[in-house]
């Protein structure tokens, strides 16, 4: 699969250790983007499509240490393959906008560099079955305590990865930091300690600015 540059639609992508406020932020710009009367497609991973959900109880549930960081590699890019065949590329040839809560860049973090020294494993994999970054990611820059004192407090079932502690959450949001300064075209950091209101008004700046540049 390669990117496909002339679709019509935009891909946009959010990144963040967990607890960044992910989920409100994509919520509130995929409400303003269809109060401004755009086509609005919004997904996540690990998921999105039916069998990339399946994936997804497989990878979150159950003990820290039940998949090795290699098979979840694998697993990952398997959902996201999937999701990425079904949904996201038939959406952004009808001219949608899509909005994905995580996408390749959280593999390349929690894979890739928190997980297990796999980087080099997780970019081969990339463009060998996925090919295609977002046009534009959004990273939710926060402190770890923070977001995991609000990652804890949903007290959900998948919890497989916000077991592992403020260590690794450290280590996330420094090698996010250093991602943002590899592909500085396609990539914005946001202050995720500002409040909600503050955040997504950085967010809609972009956002903005992004569509505007693209028209
Ligand atoms: P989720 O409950 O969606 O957390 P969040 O709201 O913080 O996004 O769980 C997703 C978890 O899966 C999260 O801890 C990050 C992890 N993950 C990976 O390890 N690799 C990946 O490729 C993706 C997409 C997510």
Not at 50 to 56: F, N, Q, V
Not at 171 to 189: C, H, I, S, V, W
Request: hydrophobic share 35%.
């Amino acid at each position: 699969m390669t990117q496909d540059d002339a679709a019509p639609g935009h891909f946009i992508s959010f990144e963040g250790i967990d607890g960044s406020g992910k989920s409100t932020q994509t919520q509130l710009l995929a409400d303003k983007l269809r109060d401004a009367g755009h086509d609005v497609l919004l997904t996540r991973e690990p998921g999105g499509s039916p069998g990339a959900e399946e994936i997804r109880k497989l990878v979150l549930k159950g003990d820290p240490d039940r998949w090795s960081a290699e098979t979840e590699l694998l697993l990952f890019t398997a959902a996201r393959r999937d999701h990425l065949e079904r949904l996201i590329e038939p959406a952004l040839a009808d001219g949608k906008i899509v909005i994905c809560d995580r996408f390749a860049d959280s593999t390349r973090m929690y894979q890739g560099v928190s997980r297990g020294d796999l980087r080099g494993k997780v970019d081969t994999l990339h463009s060998l079955m996925i090919g295609r970054e977002p046009d534009l990611t959004l990273l939710i820059d926060m402190d770890p305590a923070q977001g995991l004192a609000r990652a804890k407090s949903r007290k959900g079932t998948e919890e497989r990865f916000e077991d592992f502690g403020t260590d690794l959450q450290e280590k996330m949001r420094a090698g996010f930091l250093e991602l943002a300064k590899q592909y500085p075209d396609r990539m914005r950091t946001v202050d995720g300690t500002a409040t909600v209101a503050h955040v997504a008004a950085q967010i809609w700046r972009i956002v903005s600015a992004h569509l505007d540049k693209a028209q």
